[in-house]
């Protein structure tokens, strides 16, 4: 049997230990992010360094003189109408989200049960 002491000394251990473990996931997933930023900043450099893209005063991805390929182009507008609007859409806090998958949630359940009764 663990005494007292033990009993607690052994808590705090596991404690401090799933906190650092805790940690470290946290500063793995920031590294992860930032690696993509760091990334995709660079993609972004080059093709203004090479002239191939800029911005125009609203920000929007815009060609350069030397444009060789529509990448950057393509990756802006498919940003701009595929993933702004569905980031836009996605409520903010734990409540509203929850509400809102529990209609998706709703209505592919009627979907399924409608697919299912026709002949």
């Known amino acids: 049997m663990l005494s007292e002491d033990?009993?607690?000394?052994?808590?705090s251990f596991l404690q401090v230990y799933k906190d650092a473990h805790h940690c470290l996931e946290q500063a793995a997933r920031k590294q992860a992010v930032f690696d993509k930023y760091k990334e995709f900043y660079g993609k972004v450099k080059e093709g203004q360094d090479g002239k191939e893209l800029t911005f125009d005063n609203n920000g929007n991805l815009?060609?350069?003189?030397?444009?060789?390929?529509?990448?950057?182009?393509?990756?802006?507008?498919?940003?701009q109408s595929n993933v702004?609007?569905?980031l836009d859409s996605i409520p903010k806090n734990y409540e509203d989200l929850s509400a809102h998958l529990a209609g998706i949630i709703e209505?592919?359940?009627k979907k399924i049960i409608a697919t299912k009764s026709k002949p």
């Open 107 to 109: 209505d592919l359940k």
């Open 62 to 79: 815009q060609m350069a003189a030397n444009f060789r390929s529509n990448y950057f182009l393509r990756l802006g507008k498919f940003m």
């Open 6 to 11: 033990q009993f607690f000394e052994a808590k």
């Open 84 to 86: 702004n609007p569905k």
